[in-house]
């Protein structure tokens, strides 16, 4: 066995950011991962009807995600992004359309002229909102104990500015109703993405391929530093003396490692180290994010994405605007469109047919050059459990997950990162256990 040796279980964001940055401190990784695939929930495959490749969901990167970029480009795929030169966000509803440009100033400054020309909210709109984020930096407004509601509520925000501004952002970014939302979430976002110190914090990054091609480059990278990936297999055992792990597969085999990162949710963490987590922690509820994708005969939608208000769906984004098509696909199916809709338990129970003719509905009142387009085809991914329900009783809790050993770490979206259940919460999780690690070696 290597003097430097981790076993990484999960092969979800979390543990490929830990792996990575373990491979560049000198460990030798071995990496878990029980389904046939990497990523986690965020992983693509091809659509048996189109054959357009199409993700679990849609994801959105910012230049903030830092911990995210640098795994990235560890891999050498964070060339595979769509990248915004400076924010720029439409918002569409039946009256028209509305844009948040970023691109006249640097930085934080961009984003607040870009406020104030927003045409659809008034000056008394406007203001509330700038007073609120430079609370938020100051310190004035951190949101500890309230919903994201509340803290609007003590700030003077109009109800016009919560419905066209702030809603959008937190589930968006929170994932959950804007009356349950932990509002110290909001804060964080607020200060490291809109309002970051960063030139480019604020920009929006979208994977231009399908998200597993962000990942592919991952075994070979491992490899070469002398680990390796087994997927299709789980650890049904973990133990550790202090100095070291030892580990049973479901192929039967042991094996023992200095060092172990579980980059697992709740549950599967329970399943290894049974009652380490607080009841709390355990039963802690999740919320759903519903992508839906359609493909239409003709080429309607005429911006990148839009934050849709006043509807189900939330957000839409032009995936062939967006994405890498094969001609003859699009040539078939010129019009591609994936949506979101973020706390979305409402949608679990209707059937896909439903979401498909609702969403499609919905986009008509709009969008006016879908007249006369015809949705040739949809597909309903219904993530049940995409995020922890990060309320203010819950966020505080992430605080109490801890390694159960001194060489054992517990890392996830879930745990206590201080950001919401993101991508950049998972890799940020992952790049501190394994700083940790190397610290106590």
């Known amino acids: 066995m290597s003097r430097r040796s981790m076993l990484v279980v999960g092969g979800g964001w979390a543990g490929i950011a830990a792996a990575v940055k373990a491979t560049s401190s000198g460990w030798h990784v071995t990496m878990v991962e029980e389904r046939p695939y990497l990523g986690g929930r965020a992983r693509s495959f091809a659509d048996k009807v189109t054959g357009d490749v199409i993700d679990n969901g849609q994801h959105v990167l910012m230049g903030c995600y830092s911990a995210m970029m640098s795994t990235l480009r560890a891999m050498g795929t964070d060339s595979l992004l769509h990248k915004q030169k400076a924010l720029r966000v439409a918002f569409v509803d039946t009256s028209g359309r509305d844009v948040l440009d970023a691109s006249q100033l640097p930085g934080k400054a961009g984003v607040a002229l870009g406020l104030l020309r927003l045409s659809k909210l008034s000056r008394a709109d406007l203001w509330p909102i700038l007073r609120l984020a430079m609370a ?74 399908g998200l597993s091609a962000l990942v592919e480059p991952f075994p070979s990278l491992l490899a070469s530093h002398g680990g390796t990936v087994l997927c299709s297999t789980s650890v049904e055992h973990l133990s550790s003396d202090g100095t070291s792990v030892r580990a049973t597969f479901s192929n039967g085999q042991d094996a023992v490692f200095d060092t172990a990162i579980v980059a697992c949710q709740p549950p599967a963490v329970e399943r290894l180290f049974p009652g380490l987590l607080p009841e709390l922690v355990r039963t802690m509820e999740f919320s759903p994010i519903v992508s839906v994708y359609l493909w239409y005969d003709g080429a309607w939608c005429d911006v990148d994405f839009a934050a849709t208000l006043g509807t189900t769906t939330q957000w839409v984004f032009n995936r062939r605007a967006l994405g890498r098509t094969d001609p003859a696909i699009e040539k078939r199916f010129p019009g591609h469109v994936a949506l979101t809709i973020s706390a979305g338990s409402a949608l679990v129970t209707r059937s896909q047919d439903d979401i498909v003719a609702a969403c499609d509905a919905e986009l008509r009142q709009l969008f006016p050059a879908m007249e006369g387009v015809r949705c040739l085809h949809g597909v309903v991914i219904k993530e049940k459990r995409a995020t922890f329900l990060a309320t203010p009783q819950v966020h505080p809790l992430r605080a109490l997950v801890r390694g159960p050993f001194p060489n054992v770490e517990i890392v996830g979206d879930w745990t206590n990162t201080g950001l919401p259940a993101t991508l950049e919460g998972a890799a940020y999780s992952g790049l501190k256990a394994v700083e940790r690690l190397d610290r106590r070696e």
């Not at 803290?151 to 809603?167: K, M």
């Not at 939302?181 to 976002?189: E, F, I, Y």
Request: glycine share 8%; proline share 4%.
């Open 136 to 209: 938020m930096q100051w310190g004035r407004a951190t949101g500890h104990g309230l919903t994201c509601l509340e803290l609007l509520q003590r700030y003077g925000q109009t109800e016009r500015a919560i419905q066209r501004f702030w809603e959008p952002v937190v589930l968006a970014t929170v994932n959950a109703p804007i009356n349950m939302a932990d509002a110290s979430l909001l804060v964080t976002v607020m200060n490291r993405a809109f309002f970051g110190s960063g030139r480019d914090d604020s920009r929006i990054y979208i994977p231009a391929d």
